[in-house]
């Protein structure tokens, strides 16, 4: 049965308790690490927890804010050891050069994990210099069939300026990195939900490029948008994470959302952080607070059932949340029940970590492959039988 301990820095407080002094020590596989990279500098680095840790990965990434325990802090250091008991743990390190070169980056990163064995793959990316669609789609071209993915692509608050990785090594720009876990008496529970309701009719993408929304039956995007927001557009583009875009390919696809990053008036575009692709049917949504919540309480009740184990002591169940910053921007000083509500479900045995990221990865149902999330509250659980 895997167990599991927590520490956090501060800058007023340091590490409480300090990774010295905890008990897991040599027997951890993984130590998830969630915060700024300036501040895990601050923090000490990485060697003192190399010796606290010495057989450990030490895996990571920059944030929109971290998620530990009972709560969301800005300006801190999260750490989570875990120690399996029957299941092995593999990384993988991949450079994206540039977005063009995503797609061979998500391949690069499955084709380093070993197949035999393997039962689920989390991956966190640079968030800002790539193509999430295109990573996802190169991890889901190279990975056996029935092997579960998820993760996100790390943040940077709210500056959008740089982000880091960081897989057994000093944090990295244009970085992903993939951690394989293997072992029969492994189980996962992967979900992903929003919250947020449609409201309008549906759309065909008639016109796009990528990540660029230029018309959708073809009449120009923006002015499109503009007509549905009303006064909400006067705050564009800042405004347009209270309204994502949901996608839905064919009669029966996935639903995907879609958070906006920027418009062009010239153009009568706009920019979302994820692909768009034409052909594809859209709507507009909206998200009012509890619903959010619900969502949440909802992603975290799926992850559980999906776990299939019943709960065990303290600390042998580990669910990563990675939550989107658009959700922050919506709730406000509210963002924590969207935590509260995850943790009620998921039970207080469970152990929570995690972090707010510029994309989330999972799959949109049970079954179905790896998909790039906007505005979305995806859960991975973790148990060992």
């Not at 500098?41 to 057989?55: D, F, M, T, V």
């Not at 923006?222 to 390919?249: H, I």
């Not at 776990?307 to 989107?324: F, K, R």
């Amino acid at each position: 049965m895997m167990t599991t301990e927590q520490c956090q820095w501060s800058a007023e407080k340091s590490w409480q308790p300090a990774p010295s002094s905890t008990r897991l020590g040599a027997a951890a596989q993984v130590v998830f690490l969630f915060g700024g990279a300036t501040l895990l500098q601050k923090s000490g680095g990485l060697e003192p927890l190399r010796k606290a840790y010495p057989n450990a990965h030490l895996f990571g990434c920059s944030t929109a804010g971290e998620i530990q325990g009972n709560g969301i802090r800005d300006d801190t250091i999260g750490l989570t050891a875990v120690a399996f008991q029957r299941t092995r743990v593999a990384a993988a390190r991949a450079r994206i050069e540039s977005a063009a070169g995503s797609f061979a980056a998500g391949q690069a990163l499955a084709r380093q994990l070993p197949a035999e064995g393997l039962r689920h793959v989390f991956v966190l990316s640079e968030g800002l210099r790539l193509n999430a669609s295109e990573l996802v789609k190169g991890l889901n071209s190279v990975l056996p069939e029935g092997i579960t993915i998820s993760g996100g692509c790390a943040g940077d608050g709210n500056r959008l300026e740089k982000t880091h990785v960081w897989c057994n090594g000093e944090p990295e720009e244009s970085v992903a990195a993939a951690l394989g876990f293997y072992g029969e008496g492994l189980r996962v529970g992967v979900s992903a939900l929003g919250g947020w309701k449609p409201f309008g009719p549906e759309w065909l993408i008639t016109r796009s490029k990528q990540n660029v929304l230029y018309e959708m039956n073809h009449r120009p995007a923006l002015a499109l948008y503009k007509q549905y927001l009303g006064r909400f557009a006067r705050g564009l583009p800042a405004s347009g994470l209270m309204f994502p875009l949901e996608l839905r390919a064919g009669h029966d696809g996935e639903r995907v959302l879609r958070a906006l990053l920027a418009v062009n008036e010239e153009e009568q575009s706009i920019t979302f952080a994820g692909d768009v692709p034409e052909g594809v049917r859209a709507r507009f949504m909206l998200g009012q607070i509890e619903d959010l919540i619900e969502g949440s309480r909802q992603a975290a009740a799926d992850s559980l059932e999906r776990l299939g184990t019943a709960p065990g002591p303290a600390g042998s169940q580990l669910s990563v949340l990675v939550s989107c910053n658009g959700r922050r921007f919506v709730l406000k000083q509210r963002t924590d029940e969207e935590i509260d509500a995850a943790r009620e479900a998921l039970g207080a045995m469970a152990t929570l970590t995690g972090f707010y990221s510029y994309g989330e990865m999972a799959p949109a149902r049970a079954g179905s492959h790896c998909e790039l999330h906007n505005e979305t509250m995806t859960i991975t659980s973790f148990a060992e039988v």
